[in-house]
């Protein structure tokens, strides 16, 4: 029988800490846990999330969650970050229509895998040197929870007029150049934390019915556009690189199959065709130099290749 796979909330490595008698091990959490593991029924897994939460911490209990975690998880069971899961899904859903269009066995499993190695190193540096500075990306950590909180204060205050400005952004493709539009860069952590208190305060108890009907009404639109954004920002913290990501995503067989996902999903029509190859964005929109790039004519190799009438197996349509 294999073992079964456990994830703890953070909050759990936090209770056994805190347990009065023999450290975690001692807790009844921690006994049963530790017995799991010894009798192979059991794995502990732990997450990028929770390498970020004990980042939050301060010393010691930084370091102590850091090794109980170790310990756990056998220094080595780290589950992939939400980037990587959500791109292994979306590629799953392009194969569901184009198969062959997302390689679930090139460059990402080594992304995928090194990502996962990188998360165990921060938290075994964590372990290892207590009161190591961890750099200015924990301040970046630090402000996420409240700016969080404060935008669902901000919806919480007035939901109507909120959602009004979601769905219209939404059905209009509206986008800024604003980097922040939020206005959160500006604010201190003690102003938003009064800037939360003060619209908590003014917050409805819960959504009207109007409001409600409104929001299921318009969700299939807002998921949509949405869901497009964070997608795309997967995506770029996934692939470092436009090399690993052209070897994954195959876009001849997203072409291919174009008709398909027309035909499930009514997206507009795939680009016209050239005898060169397909038409960029820019040329379907009157620019008359094709943008065309064929990587066989910038290679010495493979355009001796061609001459010798070969016809080499990579070909990349930019």
């Not at 070897?247 to 029509?269: D, F, K, Q, V």
Request: proline letters at 7%; hydrophobic letters at 35%.
């Amino acid at each position: 029988m294999a073992a079964k796979m456990i994830y703890l909330d953070q909050s759990v490595y936090g209770h056994m800490l805190d347990y009065d008698s023999g450290g975690w091990r001692q807790s009844p959490m921690g006994r049963e846990l530790v017995e799991a593991q010894t009798a192979g029924t059991g794995e502990v897994w732990f997450s990028p999330v929770n390498v970020m939460e004990t980042a939050q911490a301060s010393e010691p209990r930084r370091s102590q969650l850091a090794k109980c975690m170790l310990d756990l998880a056998g220094a080595r069971r780290v589950l992939p970050g939400h980037d990587f899961i959500l791109v292994e899904k979306f590629g799953h859903f392009l194969n569901s229509f184009a198969p062959g269009s997302f390689n679930l066995r090139g460059a990402f499993p080594k992304l995928r895998d090194d990502a996962s190695r990188l998360w165990l190193g921060y938290l075994a540096l964590m372990a290892a040197a207590p009161g190591v500075t961890l750099g200015p990306g924990i301040e970046d950590l630090r402000r996420a929870k409240p700016e969080t909180r404060l935008l669902a204060a901000r919806f919480a205050a007035n939901p109507d007029e909120t959602l009004d400005r979601m769905i219209t952004s939404a059905e209009k493709m509206q986008v800024t150049h604003d980097s922040d539009p939020l206005g959160l860069c500006a604010l201190s952590r003690q102003q938003i934390d009064q800037e939360t208190e003060q619209l908590l305060a003014q917050s409805v108890p819960s959504l009207t019915g109007s409001t409600r009907r409104k929001l299921a009404q318009h969700r299939r639109v807002i998921a949509e556009r949405y869901g497009g954004v964070e997608v795309g920002a997967m995506l770029d913290s996934v692939f470092p690189c436009i090399c690993t990501m052209i070897t994954t995503i195959i876009s001849p067989a997203l072409i291919e199959h174009w008709c398909e996902a027309e035909r499930r999903y009514g997206p507009e029509r795939a680009p016209p065709r050239c005898p060169g190859g397909y038409l960029s964005v820019r040329e379907t929109r009157g620019v008359r130099e094709p943008k065309h790039v064929d990587v066989r004519h910038r290679s010495p190799r493979t355009r001796a290749a061609r001459q010798r009438g070969d016809d080499p197996d990579r070909r990349f349509d930019v």
